[in-house]
């Protein structure tokens, strides 16, 4: 793995472990009810994905586990709609971050 993308994915995972600390111990209903996390949420998902789209494209082709473009459209998303955001898809997308961090891992 070229350092670059080896130093874009330790990036990724740090903020995926962003992410799980703000939501600890949180069902879906508390996470609705907490408007500092749901905006901290949607921000570091943005990080990932601007850290993602500097992945180089051999990375992206070896490595089509990392959802490159769904994180990018989930960052378009919160980046230009806010008010427009479905949290039950930002709520399933934390739920898949494990797998993600997992996948990561073993590349990196």
């Keep these: 793995m070229h350092n670059n993308d080896r130093r874009i994915v330790q990036k ?12 600890e ?3 879906f209903e508390r996470f609705m009810s907490d408007e500092k996390t749901r905006r901290s949420v949607v921000m570091t998902f943005i ?3 601007e850290s993602a789209k500097l992945l180089s494209e051999n ?16 960052r378009n998303v919160a980046a230009h709609t806010y008010d427009g955001i479905r ?5 399933i997308a934390i739920e ?7 996948n990561l891992l073993t590349i990196n």
Aim: glycine letters at 2%.
């Design 12 to 23: 990724i995972i740090s903020e995926i472990e962003l992410i799980q600390d703000f939501v």
């Design 25 to 27: 111990g949180y069902s």
């Design 47 to 49: 990080n990932i994905a």
């Design 59 to 74: 990375f992206q082709t070896l490595n089509a586990t990392i959802p490159v473009k769904e994180l990018r459209a989930l």
């Design 87 to 91: 949290f039950e898809l930002v709520w």
């Design 96 to 102: 898949k971050l494990p797998k993600l961090k997992t």
